[in-house]
């Protein structure tokens, strides 16, 4: 199981992390993104990072501004969001899969999802 964690509520121009914690197995060797699901809007891709770590992918909207990284000792995945915008504001999800890839079907496993509300 995946478990989301981190979201609430930041100003615009703040940071915040997100964090992606696995019980049950381990990330290890697979492969982790962040999608996320505005209000009235269809779910889509933030960030990956490869199973190794040594490869990451972002969504134009985010490059620059979020940062993916893994925490292999912790079994955790985060997501580093500095300078969020209004526009960021969005339910953020994690999803594990063997295959690098942006979109959903790439991913088996996915967490619960957790609320992101960026203030302007």
């Known amino acids: 199981q995946l478990q989301a964690s981190g979201g609430g509520l930041v100003q615009a121009g703040g940071s915040l992390r997100l964090s992606c914690a696995a019980s049950g197995r381990t990330f290890r060797n697979y492969v982790v993104a962040w999608f996320r699901q505005a209000p009235g809007k269809e779910r889509e891709f933030v960030a990956a990072?490869?199973?190794?770590?040594?490869?990451?992918s972002y969504a134009d909207f985010v490059k620059g501004r979020f940062t993916i990284s893994r925490g292999y000792a912790e079994n955790t995945v985060y997501l580093q969001m500095n300078s969020p915008a209004a526009a960021d504001t969005a339910v953020y999800y994690c999803a594990a899969g063997v295959v690098f890839d942006a979109y959903e079907w790439a991913f088996s496993f996915w967490g619960q999802g957790t609320l992101v509300t960026v203030s302007s």
């Open positions: 990072i490869s199973s190794s770590g040594s490869r990451t």
